[in-house]
């Protein structure tokens, strides 16, 4: 599986940005698809999840109501819309594929990753 990120740049406190993230290579619509993000020193951090079907989501605290996952299976893509972003959503925002078409937020329950898009969020 292959994976390709994009969508991340410089935004403003409060700003919005829609991540993209393209999938290759294996049946996209069996397996569940997350977001995590990382910044520098700091480990991996989850930011949401989705399964296989669409139909079933997870968000962690720091980003419920701000951010929301979704996917197109038909594209094999899976989005990311970041609404009210604040300096703290700063990182390295990453996607990844998950062997199982159930989500989970443990980043070691996920077999692929993409390369990772910046966003950087000023004040």
């Known amino acids: 599986v292959q994976l390709q990120a994009s969508g991340g740049g410089l935004v403003q406190v409060g700003g919005s940005l829609r991540l993209s993230c393209a999938a290759s290579?294996?049946?996209?619509?069996?397996?569940?698809m997350g977001w995590f993000r990382q910044v520098p020193g700091k480990e991996r951090e989850f930011v949401a999840a989705i399964s296989s079907s669409g139909g079933t989501t997870y968000y962690a605290d720091s980003v419920k109501g701000r951010f929301t996952i979704s996917r197109d299976n038909a594209k094999s893509t899976v989005y990311l819309q970041m609404n009210n972003l604040k300096p703290e959503d700063t990182a390295v925002y990453y996607c990844?594929?998950?062997?199982?078409?159930?989500?989970?937020?443990?980043?070691?329950?996920?077999?692929?990753w993409g390369q990772g898009t910046l966003v950087t969020v000023s004040s």
């Open positions: 990844a594929v998950r062997g199982s078409s159930t989500i989970y937020h443990n980043p070691n329950a996920y077999n692929y």
């Open positions: 290579g294996r049946t996209f619509s069996s397996y569940a």
